[in-house]
């Protein structure tokens, strides 16, 4: 069976599924944030829980703590494109 006969049939079954390349399938996600800032990961840092993992955005940087677990089901590696996305009820501003 071709990854397009594949793809179709998975496709007929659930519509949010996407290909992600030629051997990867993973299904789309939905998100009520809008403050999405892309950008790569240049640093992760891992302890026993939870992982810091740095990503710079246009000279920027912005540093997420998530749990080890997240970044193993992930696969995140440095060097990887992501999204950071921001969802908060409050945004602090300094001039």
């Known amino acids: 069976?071709?990854?397009e006969e594949i793809e179709a049939i998975l496709l007929a079954?659930?519509?949010k599924i996407v290909?992600?390349?030629?051997?990867s399938w993973r299904?789309?996600?939905k998100i009520s944030a809008r403050n999405?800032?892309?950008g790569k990961v240049v640093e992760?840092?891992?302890?026993?829980?939870?992982?810091?993992?740095?990503i710079d955005i246009g000279g920027q940087s912005?540093?997420?703590?998530?749990s080890v677990e997240?970044?193993?089901?992930?696969?995140?590696?440095?060097?990887d494109e992501v999204s950071a996305i921001i969802k908060s009820t409050e945004v602090m501003l300094a001039k």
């Not at 290909?19 to 051997?23: A, E, P, T, V």
């Not at 912005?62 to 998530?66: A, F, G, I, L």
């Open 36 to 38: 999405a800032l892309k």
């Open 27 to 29: 299904p789309t996600m």
């Open 70 to 79: 997240a970044i193993d089901d992930l696969g995140l590696t440095v060097g």
């Open 13 to 15: 079954t659930d519509p």
């Open 19 to 23: 290909r992600q390349d030629s051997s």
């Open 1 to 3: 069976m071709t990854h």
């Open 44 to 54: 992760i840092a891992k302890g026993q829980i939870v992982a810091k993992v740095k």
């Open 62 to 66: 912005v540093t997420s703590v998530v």
